[in-house]
């Protein structure tokens, strides 16, 4: 791959639509987008589509309900913990580099997976596509930057987001039509000639900018100390929910992680060239770019968790059908993602990321008045208005972190804003999970109680709990109809509090990044092509 790479710095006008020295496919800022885009869309439809495999995978290799989680897990470990890690290697080495060994790595761990015969197969070669995955995401960002000039960067990170947006979405569209109709591996299989499509792309179109001033070592002890520190507190999240928030293991992960965060802040103001220099966090723009785009995962990803088991669990659809209904937040997406670009280009990122989380705040109020007989038009609604809001915040946020950064941190700002997204799913996936928990345990034994339903043990009402918190009712084989329909409306009903309740959180964490988004400003050091100014 190297022999092929052109390496340039970027184009010194920023006021040039189309850089002078780009001729023909190479460099050129649109068909970049393109290439990168599909490649990024390979890791978003991961992240969501192989959920509906799931439950096949389970069947067919005799898994283990903890077994079938790790297939998760272990993805959105690997790429949590690595992603500013790579990002740097694509500083140093290249981004063009990076994105290609990224891509073909991520395929070829796809294809992988679709041969495995053991649960455990799957699950190692799900950890390598989540290390590949952590490559090629922020050099994406990395050729964006260095590619696009100043006016029309927003457009392009606009469109990026909208890539992702609607590949998440649209997870579990696909991912329901083709185990329904192929086979769970089919999942993974797609990935391979999707992969060889944005790896043809690449080698055509993507040349390497390098900043004069980019990165010739590595900070290998902070690499160490914050991937310790981030595995220990993803680790914490992922684990919370089973061994409870008030278990000593969970606060030894967590208390292990701050220690290592202290520590890589200390080593990171000594070492000559840091992974990721603190002076970064000077910038209040990028500071607060990276605290919303957590805020904003939480309280969408988080949110959302509990929406498909509503669709689902609740409401009885199958996976294609609950993916179909969530065609307005997706639509909204695509729609809002590049409006929100130009607006930005405009106005600067501040009002429209303060609006797009009131938007947000108010979707999630909305989505918490869901119940049982809620028809597909008010769901539409605040689905859409949920996309809507969530457009100009992915595209603002980014725009925010990478354009304060300088040129030569572009990858690590890229690595930044994607482990700031996974933190914060991870976040809101396990204390909005407490919430919906801990109300139910609340809720269920005297809702069991009111419905003068049978007694149950304290192990019965555990296992009930359990159940009810995913929308399950714990229906045992040859209950009598009428009893059956009563345990029904008593699970319904209390999964419906507490979804009521963690949607009414997220809606607050919304409302408190309106403030947060208000702190940011147009990116400093945003022209493509300065070389980086100094923070």
């Not at 092929?4 to 970049?32: F, N, Y």
């Not at 339903?453 to 009810?468: F, G, H, K, Y």
């Not at 109809?481 to 919304?510: N, Q, R, W, Y």
Request: charged share 10%; glycine share 12%.
């Amino acid at each position: 791959m190297t022999s092929q790479t052109t390496v340039e710095k970027a184009p010194k006008d920023p006021q040039d639509p189309i850089p002078a020295q780009v001729k023909g496919l190479r460099g050129h800022p649109w068909l970049t987008l393109f290439a990168v885009a599909i490649g990024v869309m390979m890791v978003a439809l991961d992240g969501t589509i192989v959920a509906i495999a799931n439950p096949a995978i389970q069947r067919d290799l005799g898994a283990t309900f903890a077994d079938v989680q790790w297939i998760t897990n272990g993805y959105f470990l690997a790429l949590a913990v690595t992603l500013i890690t790579a990002g740097k290697l694509g500083d140093r080495f290249g981004h063009r580099q990076t994105f290609l060994i990224g891509v073909v790595g991520f395929a070829a761990a796809s294809a992988a997976i679709g041969l495995s015969d053991s649960i455990t197969l799957v699950v190692t070669f799900r950890v390598l596509q989540g290390l590949f995955g952590a490559l090629l995401m922020p050099a994406a960002l990395g050729l964006l930057r260095a590619t696009f000039p100043a006016e029309k960067l927003n457009m392009a990170i606009g469109i990026w987001g909208m890539v992702i947006g609607a590949s998440t979405a649209g997870g579990p569209i696909l991912g329901g039509l083709l185990v329904e109709h192929v086979s769970w591996q089919s999942v993974f299989f797609i990935n391979v000639p999707v992969g060889v499509i944005a790896l043809v792309l690449g080698v055509l179109i993507l040349k390497d900018h390098r900043a004069e001033n980019a990165p010739r070592s590595f900070d290998i002890l902070g690499i160490l100390l914050l991937s310790t520190a981030m595995f220990c507190l993803v680790w914490a999240l992922i684990k919370a929910p089973a061994w409870g928030w008030g278990d000593g293991r969970t606060w030894g992960f967590i208390a292990a992680s701050v220690v290592c965060f202290a520590f890589f802040a200390y080593w990171e103001n000594r070492v000559a060239e840091p992974l990721i220099p603190l002076k970064l966090f000077r910038s209040v723009p990028l500071a607060a770019g990276t605290v919303l785009m957590v805020l904003m995962a939480i309280a969408f990803l988080g949110g959302l968790f509990f929406v498909t088991f509503f669709l689902q669990n609740v409401h009885g659809m199958s996976p294609v059908d609950s993916g179909l209904h969530l065609l307005p937040l997706t639509g909204m997406m695509i729609v809002g993602s590049p409006l929100a670009g130009a607006m930005i280009t405009k106005t600067g990122p501040r009002v429209p990321l303060a609006g797009g989380m009131v938007l947000t705040a108010v979707a999630m109020f909305g989505m918490s008045t869901l119940d049982t007989d809620t028809g597909s038009l008010p769901m539409s609604i605040w689905f859409a208005l949920l996309g809507l809001g969530l457009a100009p915040v992915m595209v603002g946020a980014t725009e925010v972190i990478v354009g304060n950064a300088p040129m030569e941190l572009s990858g690590v700002a890229g690595g930044l804003q994607q482990a700031a997204m996974q933190i914060g799913g991870s976040l809101g996936t396990a204390v909005l999970g407490a919430v919906m928990a801990s109300k139910v345990d609340s809720d269920l034994p005297g809702k069991w109680a009111d419905a003068q339903l049978p007694p149950l043990s304290p192990a019965q009402l555990d296992q009930a709990s359990e159940a009810v918190q995913v929308g399950v009712p714990p229906v045992a084989p040859g209950t009598p109809p009428e009893l059956a329909d009563k345990i029904v409306g008593v699970a319904h009903d209390t999964f419906i509090s507490g979804m009521g309740l963690a949607c009414l959180v997220a809606a607050g964490v919304a409302a408190v990044a309106v403030f947060v988004a208000l702190l940011t400003k147009r990116g400093a050091n945003a022209d493509a092509g300065t070389g980086g100014a100094h923070i």
